[in-house]
């Protein structure tokens, strides 16, 4: 069976600290495993032009809702990699996982936002490498209570990173993005890998295939499938082989859910944000699409959390 995560939308007008409350508490009670938010550091116009302002920061944001919640997991989809020094993320990471008892989610991606990247300095045509370099050293600072490190972008020594995560060995690391790149290195660093929105036949017959071999030619284990599609119910169904995974009438969502069990996915976060922000609609509108689609999909949904920690 799959576990439904949400994606709460932690940016635009109306986004409150009592409507975020809202959305986490609303997904606890209505049995979803996992709640998820974006991440932008430095939104500039091509970023709030899909992602306007406000915009709350997912990890200060996730460690206060942790106390609005008990069983609910809680994460980043994605939390860019270049924006922040790996040491912070490595930090605030492992702080989230013991605040909210073993509960946290930390998804990644590489980022898209040219502009962005230039307001924060970052060298946008090396993020891939970045993301690499600092992948390894927020993996290695979760398990080592001192670290020194000698890379191309970072560079550092006897640093003590600690509290360690309550979660053993680490939390959770979900890799993101859809490209080859990406691909590889959710088979390297990633306990599940995380796309957004991928196509149907592209995602069974490529992309899983060669998540497989990268993981094979690593000699790790296969990352778990845990994307995240968009969530839109319409009156009736739609035609056509190019229908968006999670764009359809209850019928085809729960077909697309039922695919993604028989994919062997582990959890599938639901997006109700829309492609452009005047096309968002109250949250009242999207629980109701959110419930609907987690009535329709009960036979093949468990309401067990996204993460099942071992706390010391």
């Not at 992948?135 to 970072?154: N, Y």
């Not at 306990?191 to 993981?215: E, F, I, K, S, T």
């Not at 039922?258 to 976060?269: I, K, R, T, Y």
């Amino acid at each position: 069976m799959i576990r439904l995560g949400v994606n709460v939308p932690n940016f635009g007008p109306g986004t409150t600290p009592a409507s975020l409350r809202s959305w986490v508490t609303l997904a606890e009670e209505a049995g979803f495993s996992l709640a998820m938010m974006s991440d932008h550091v430095a939104p500039t116009p091509d970023v709030t032009a899909i992602y306007p302002p406000p915009f709350y920061d997912p990890f200060t944001t996730l460690a206060w809702l942790a106390t609005s919640t008990t069983r609910l997991s809680l994460g980043t989809s994605v939390a860019i990699v270049p924006y922040r020094h790996p040491l912070l993320t490595a930090r605030a990471s492992t702080n989230l996982d013991q605040l909210t008892g073993g509960r946290f989610v930390l998804g990644v991606g590489a980022g898209w936002a040219e502009s962005e990247f230039a307001a924060l300095g970052v060298p946008f045509a090396a993020r891939g490498p970045i993301t690499d370099e600092f992948l390894t050293v927020i993996t290695r600072a979760w398990v080592e209570p001192c670290l020194s490190f000698e890379g191309d972008h970072v560079r550092f020594r006897d640093v003590a990173t600690g509290p360690a995560p309550a979660q053993r060995p680490h939390p959770p690391l979900w890799v993101g993005g859809l490209g080859e790149r990406a691909i590889r290195r959710a088979a390297r660093f990633g306990d599940a890998w995380h796309p957004v929105n991928p196509g149907r036949d592209w995602l069974q017959h490529v992309a899983l295939p060669c998540l497989a071999d990268h993981a094979a030619a690593l000699g790790r284990p296969v990352p778990r499938l845990s994307p995240r599609i968009k969530a839109r119910l319409t009156p009736h169904d739609l035609a056509g082989p190019d229908r968006p995974l999670g764009v359809g009438s209850l019928a085809q969502l729960h077909d697309d859910l039922a695919w993604f069990d028989e994919l062997g996915a582990d959890v599938v976060v639901l997006d109700t944000n829309p492609d452009h922000p005047d096309e968002r609609r109250p949250a009242a509108d999207d629980w109701r699409t959110l419930h609907a689609i987690a009535a329709c999909a009960e036979d093949l949904v468990t309401s067990e959390p996204a993460v099942q920690p071992t706390i010391p």
